[in-house]
C-alpha cells in the first residue's frame, strides 16, 4: 500500500509555532517535501534552525502548549498523520516510524533492564508473547552488533558504553522493521571511530531492510556520505532543498554557500577559513525581509525590505532568496 | 603552514609527564608517559578520542591538576617543580581557554569585571589604565565595548568564548591551551573563533596547544599534530603528514573515519572501522595499548610497549609493525615486526 506517487512520506506547509511571553517563535515555518521509499533526506542547519522541531513535529511530539501545529498536511503513506486521533499515530510511532536522537540516555530508562525496555517494543506493538520478545531483543542486539548479546541483554543502561548505548536504542528503534527511521543527530556525541560504526550500521541496515531515514545533523561532512537528498535550514524557514549531490557542487542559496566554505575540509589545504559574519537571528524578533539579510555577504536593499521567493533552479533544486539565480550561476564556475 | 624548522626553539619541554588518578583500589592511567616539544609560535593540535588523556596532559601542563611524574620545562624553568607560589607567577605567561565558556566565566561579574580581574591579580594596571586595557582587550576579541556592563548570560556561547580569550590575552601570555574550545559551538560560529586564535597567534607571537576531538578542526588551526590513544602518544607529525600519510593502525582508522564535506570523496572512500571501544583507562591493556582493536595486531603487540619512533624524517609513531626501512603497514610481512630491531639498535 503506497502513498499518493509513491511516496512514503510527504510534508506540505507545516508550520509549528510556539507562544511564550516574548511573542511567538515560528519554530518551523512552512517546510515542504516529499522522501521516497528507502530514500535518505538529511536536513542540516544551526542550533535554532528549527531541524528538531520539524523531526519532532512529524511525529507529533511537539508539547502543546506551549507549542502549536499551526497548519500543514504530514501525509505518512496516504494517511495525514495531523488528522487522525493521537491513538492512533500512537500505534504508528515506535512501529511504522522510529526515532533515534543524539543522547541514548533521554530515550533508555536507566531503572530498567536493556531486555524489558527492548521487550515492551514488541509486546506492544507486535503482539509477541513474553518469550517471543525476549528471543527478539537478544537477535536485535546481535543485528546492531552488541558482542555477546545473551550475556548481556539483562544488563541496564548505565553499564554500556556511549557507543554501546547508541546501538541500543538503534536496536530498539528498528524492532519493528520501522519504514521511517528518524535519526536526530545520532553520533553527535560520540567519538569519530564510533561515529563510522554507528554510521555504517545505519547503512547496512537500510539496505537490509529498505527503510527510509531522515537524518537531521549539522555536520555537513556525515550528510555528504550519507543521503540522496538535503534540506537547509535557517530560522524555520527551508534556505535550500536539493538532490545532495548537486546543492554540494552548486549551491544556490548565500547561506548555504557560506556554511560549506565555513567548514574544514581535511583534504584540502586552506588559508583562512571562510566565516558568516554575526549571530543566527532571534526567531521571536525576526527582521522585515530575509531572516538572513544581516549577516549575508551579497545583501541588496530589497533584502531587508522584501522577503525572499523561493525559487526553482532545476528539477529538484530550490533556493529561498531574492538572487538564487545568480548565486547558483556563480557556483557552476 | 606546514612542518618547523629544526632549529627552532621549543618553548614547551614535556618529559615523561604521568598523571594518575588514586580512586582507592583502582589507577586511572590519564596521562602515561608523554614527552612532547612545543615550538614557539606554533599551535600543535593534540587529538584523540574521549578519556585518551588529551584534556588531562593539557591541564597537567599547567599545573591545574597534580603530576604524577615528570617535567614540564618552559624557557628551561622546570613547571613541575615550583612552588605554588613561584607558578603563580609563572601562570601569567600561560593561560587556558575552556571548552564550555559559560561554565568558566563567573555569572555574577560583568564582562569588563571579568577581563579586568587578571589584570589587577598580577598587578598589571589599575584604574583608568586597566578601564582602557579592558576595552582594548574587548575590541582584539571582536566585543563592542557597548557590553562592558553586562553580564555572560546575556551573550550567545561564540561571544562568550571571545570574553574568555579576550580574560586569557589579558596577561599577555606566550602560551595558551585551548582545551576543545569550539566544541560547545555552532558550524558558522566554529569558523568565526578558529579565525580569532588563529589571527591573534600571528598579531602577539603566540604559541597554542589546540585540544580537541574535532579532526577537521585540528587539521586546519594546527602547524603540527599529536594523536593520543589511551594515555600516550600514537604518533606525530606535521598536520598535513598526519592526514595524507598516517603510519599507526589507530592514526589511518581515526583519518579514515572523518566524514568530509564532499559527496564525491565520500562516495568512493574506504572507511577502516575499528571493532570495539576505547579500553577504559583504569586497566589499559599491556604492550601496545591498540591491539585489542587493532586489524595488524601480532602476538609480539600484546606484550612490547611500543616506543615512539621517528619512522620518517620528523614524523614519528609508536608501532613495533613499522620502521624506517618498512613504513607501510600494509606491506609488512605477515608476522614481522620490523619496529623491534630497530628500536633495539637506537
Redesign the interface.
Known sequence: MNGRNGNLLEVRDLRTYFHSEDGTVKAVDGITFTLKRGETLGIVG??GSGKSVANLSIIRLIPAPPGEIVSGEIIFDGQDLLRIPEAAVRKIRGSRIAMIFQDPMTSLNPFMKISRQLMEVTQLHLGHSKAEAYEHAVKMLETVGI?DARARVDSYPHEF????RQRVMIAMALSCQPELLIADEPTTAL???????I??LIKTLKQTTGASVILIT?????V??MTDHLIVMYAGKVFEQAP??EL??RPGNPYTK???R??????H??G??????G??PDLARLPAGCPFAARCDRVQEICRREFPPFVQLSSEHYSLCHFAKEVYDESAT | MTSQPLSREALLKIRDLFVHFDLGRHTVKAVDGVSLDIYEGETLGLVGESGCGKTTLGRAILRLTQLTSGQVFYRDQDLAHLSKREMRRQRRHLQIVFQDPYASLNPRMTVGQIVREPLETFGLARGKDADARVKELMRTVGLSERFIKRYPHEFSGGQRQRIGIARALAVDPDFIVADEPISALDVSIQAQIMNLLDKLRREKNLTYLFISHDLRAIRHVSDRVAVMYLGKLAEISDAKTIYDDPLMPYTRALISAVPVPDPAIEARRQRIVLPGDVPSPINPPPGCRFHTRCPYAIDACREVEPPLVEIKPNHFAACIRISPEQPDIEKVAPGDAPGLSYAASL
Not at chain 1, 218 to 222: E, K, M, N, S
Open positions: 544551526e542550533s558482542p558504553s556511549g557507543g554501546m567519538d569519530v571511530t564510533i561515529q563510522a560504526q554510521l555504517e549539522h555536520d555537513l561532512g556525515i555528504a556520505g545532495t549531490t554540494f557542487a557560506g556554511l560549506l565555513s567548514v574544514p575540509d581535511p583534504t589545504e586552506q583562512k577559513l571562510y566565516q558568516i559574519p549571530l543566527p
